[in-house]
């Protein structure tokens, strides 16, 4: 069974940075095209980066150039660098596949505020 464990989020303020981990475990992580997403409050949950099993990485248009998402293939693991946070990156985020999500893990709160 594929799970997701979402790691590394918090308060910070704006301009600062988090560093966002995601354990996966239940599928063979290397082979899929995986992605962060994010869900603020009274919103859509929208999918903020990917990143493919060769390490091509995309980005929404709102984080790109804040943003670097990356992967360890031997870790099972993924992680997002987030620079210049701002109030409106504040929501709950999620790691998941890009083509036929799984079933979603807790996720991991991110709230920029001063």
């Known amino acids: 069974q594929v799970q997701f464990v979402e790691a590394g989020g918090g308060l910070v303020q704006p301009g600062g940075s988090l560093r966002l981990s995601c354990v996966v475990s239940?599928?063979?992580?290397?082979?899929?095209?995986m992605g962060w997403y994010r869900q603020a409050p009274e919103k859509q949950r929208e999918l903020v980066a990917s990143?493919?099993?060769?390490?091509?990485?995309t980005y929404a248009d709102s984080v790109k150039g804040r943003f670097t998402i990356s992967r360890d293939n031997a870790k099972n693991s993924m992680y997002l660098q987030m620079n210049s946070l701002k109030p409106e990156d504040t929501a709950v985020y999620y790691c998941?596949?890009?083509?036929?999500?799984?079933?979603w893990g807790q996720g991991t709160q991110v709230t920029v505020s001063s």
């Open positions: 239940g599928i063979t992580f290397r082979v899929y095209h």
């Open positions: 990143i493919t099993g060769g390490h091509t990485t």
């Open positions: 998941n596949k890009v083509n036929g999500p799984a079933p």
